[in-house]
């Protein structure tokens, strides 16, 4: 055996030990620190055998200082120092924020030098303390050795927290110790049931947090957002789509020839293959949409989308195209266009909802190329997402309400009609036919401008945020809530669909009616500390055991890219919003962050309360 292989023994046996000790404590999280990471220039030495190619080399009183951080409170104890040795055995020491955390001889070793690149580990040491959310410093001390010193590679540790990563591990997170427990005890109403349906997902704008909230009797309650309460100047609001699996362009295929003999080209989502005769090219193309992540805002398979073919190479004749695409188990045709040298590339509407999300779709292509070599530059589809519009209203010195009519909403289909918008100003009453969405805004004291506080969508969903606070132009929402009682109880996009909504400006209250009759007021209330949306009355029929009456939606991907990272119940311990529990109560709940998010810095806390008539 080399010198090499030996190394890669070495290596293979540390992380074979290393895999050991997390099989071993399998109900913690094994995390590794390179000490050199921590070092001085002067303390590093080259050692091809060592995890990261360099240990650090120690003497009598000499030692490293590590900081690592914390998410949350933890247990944590050293279950491995990786060393090597080449003289008599040493003696080091480990602390954390001044806790001993265990002390270990090094076994000796006489090499004539060769020792130092043969590394052995400590096994665990006898401490294990637990540590507030937060910084913390580890010392890790020479307290005697030799005249040679002794070389260290890396520290293996054991911490009780599952949702841990090695990025926040190194202060590369910055959390707080955010605290919602100044809540008023009540007692005059019974609990609501809290139901975790939550699962994991890596596309920031998709909402993976789901709350379930039943309560037997309530006919009230608020929905409050605040400002978070970690502290930070950042203002990040633009879309995160990288790690998103987006719909458009769905294909694309770019300079092949057409002619029935040239080969199938195959992707992971769509294949295009060519047939036809001397006359006529078929090109025949078969995709499908499983991959694609549906955002919080639109799921673009659903979308119309725009076939794009552009030409090239003809120079005898013009050069006739014809699309189809299947639907409903037939061909649906669409026009034929006629390309010249001069007009060398169409595009053909394709409408919404033409194509099955899960299983294959097809288009065909037919093309006539005449006696000539015509190449197919581009061939594409892509989404073909219309414009929105919007219908002022109401607006006064205080308050705007503004309807939008979306270009695509994903429940035209059930309800074409969407909802028709009633505003009730004392003088004759407006109404307005084919609203999708009803936005609020409010006056900003410190600029005369507004800033929207509240969103409510046809389908039931709400958005809520603060008024933009001093020096900031406008903030991001956040969470979403939907009001009412939805279709279909399990369903990943709850649908409670609203048909009438009456607006009283001058109360700043809107009363819904639901395609099921159920109904809701609700009415906004702003502050320059929170925005509260007062939900009363509400008469929702279905069984309250089997339906919720909302729905709180948000996204977690990791604690730093969040816009939910913590809940509270009653004002009694946070718990981690992703962490294992299934089903609480309480009549006071908030959703919050502790770390600062990259994602929506600055989108609200949210606090939901059930109310007691007593109380209103």
């Known amino acids: 055996m080399n010198f090499r292989q030996t190394?890669?023994?070495?290596?293979?046996?540390?992380?074979?030990?290393?895999?050991?000790?997390?099989?071993?404590?399998?109900?913690?999280?094994?995390?590794?620190?390179?000490?050199e990471n921590f070092s001085n220039n002067a303390m590093r030495m080259s050692r091809s055998a060592a995890s990261g190619n360099s240990s650090v080399w120690f003497k009598t009183g000499q030692h490293v200082q590590m900081e690592i951080c914390l998410r949350v409170a933890s247990f944590v104890s050293v279950r491995n120092v990786v060393y090597s040795n080449d003289g008599e055995s040493d003696s080091i020491r480990a602390t954390?924020?001044?806790?001993?955390?265990?002390?270990?001889?090094?076994?000796?070793?006489?090499?004539?030098?060769?020792?130092?690149?043969?590394?052995?580990?400590?096994?665990?040491m006898e401490g294990k303390v637990r540590l507030e959310q937060g910084r913390h410093v580890i010392d890790i001390r020479a307290v005697s050795t030799d005249e040679w010193g002794v070389e260290l590679d890396n520290i293996v540790f054991l911490i009780d927290d599952e949702l841990l990563t090695q990025e926040d591990l190194q202060c590369n997170l910055y959390c707080f110790d955010v605290k919602y427990d100044d809540v008023p005890r009540m007692d005059a109403i019974p609990s609501g049931r809290f139901?975790?349906?939550?699962?994991?997902?890596?596309?920031?704008?998709?909402?993976?947090?789901?709350?379930?909230?039943?309560?037997?009797?309530?006919?009230?309650?608020?929905?409050?957002?605040?400002?978070?309460?970690?502290?930070?100047?950042?203002?990040?609001?633009?879309?995160?789509?990288?790690?998103?699996?987006l719909a458009s362009p769905f294909w694309s295929f770019h300079n092949l020839s057409v002619e029935p003999t040239t080969p199938p080209v195959y992707y992971s989502n769509v294949s295009v293959s060519f047939s036809g005769s001397l006359n006529m090219t078929l090109v025949d193309i078969n995709f499908h949409f499983r991959d694609i992540t549906p955002t919080r805002e639109i799921d673009e398979r659903y979308v119309g989308s725009r076939l794009k073919v552009r030409l090239r190479n003809m120079p005898l004749e013009n050069v006739r195209v014809k699309p189809e695409y299947w639907k409903d188990q037939r061909w649906v045709e669409?026009?034929?266009?006629?390309?010249?040298?001069?007009?060398?590339?169409?595009?053909?509407?394709?409408?919404?909802?033409a194509w099955g999300i899960i299983g294959e779709n097809r288009i065909r292509v037919m093309i006539h190329p005449g006696k000539q070599q015509?190449?197919?530059e581009t061939l594409k589809l892509e989404s073909n997402m219309p414009s929105d519009s919007t219908v002022d209203l109401y607006a006064d010195a205080d308050v705007v309400f503004q309807g939008v009519r979306l270009g695509f909403w994903h429940h035209r289909t059930q309800h074409p009609d969407s909802m028709r918008v009633t505003v009730q100003d004392g003088r004759v009453p407006a109404e307005y036919a084919n609203i999708d969405s009803v936005?609020?805004?409010?006056?900003?004291?410190?600029?005369?401008?507004?800033?929207?506080?509240?969103?409510?969508?046809?389908?039931?969903?709400?958005?809520?945020?603060?008024?933009t606070p001093h020096g900031l132009d406008w903030l991001p929402f956040g969470p979403s809530i939907n009001i009412g009682q939805p279709e279909a109880p399990d369903s990943d996009r709850p649908y409670s669909p609203i048909k009438q909504i009456s607006i009283d400006p001058n109360l700043r209250q809107l009363v819904l009616r639901y395609e099921n009759d159920n109904k809701a007021t609700l009415a906004i209330e702003t502050t320059y500390m929170a925005t509260t949306l007062k939900v009363r009355n509400i008469g929702f029929k279905k069984a309250r055991k089997d339906f919720p009456i909302m729905t709180f939606q948000s996204m977690w991907i990791m604690d730093g890219n969040a816009d939910t990272d913590h809940v509270t119940f009653n004002?009694?311990?946070?718990?981690?919003?992703?962490?294992?529990?299934?089903?609480?109560?309480?009549i006071w709940a908030v959703f919050f962050r502790k770390c600062i998010s990259s994602h929506n810095t600055q989108g609200p806390d949210i606090t939901i309360k059930f109310q007691a008539k007593s109380d209103i």
Request: aromatic share 14%; glycine share 6%.
């Open 96 to 124: 954390i924020d001044n806790q001993h955390m265990g002390t270990f001889q090094t076994g000796s070793l006489r090499e004539s030098g060769n020792g130092w690149n043969i590394f052995r580990s400590s096994g665990p």
């Open 571 to 586: 004002g009694d311990i946070s718990r981690h919003i992703f962490s294992q529990w299934n089903e609480l109560y309480g």
């Open 195 to 245: 139901v975790q349906k939550s699962r994991a997902t890596q596309c920031s704008e998709q909402d993976n947090i789901k709350v379930d909230i039943y309560h037997d009797t309530a006919e009230d309650f608020d929905i409050i957002a605040t400002m978070p309460k970690y502290t930070s100047f950042a203002n990040n609001r633009d879309p995160d789509y990288a790690k998103c699996v």
């Open 334 to 353: 669409l026009h034929e266009f006629e390309f010249t040298p001069f007009a060398n590339e169409n595009s053909w509407a394709i409408p919404e909802r």
């Open 7 to 35: 190394d890669f023994c070495k290596k293979l046996l540390s992380l074979i030990f290393n895999t050991a000790l997390f099989v071993q404590n399998a109900h913690g999280k094994i995390f590794t620190l390179e000490v």
């Open 374 to 376: 015509v190449i197919l």
């Open 439 to 467: 936005r609020v805004y409010a006056k900003v004291p410190w600029t005369g401008g507004y800033a929207q506080v509240f969103v409510l969508f046809q389908d039931g969903r709400s958005r809520l945020q603060a008024i």
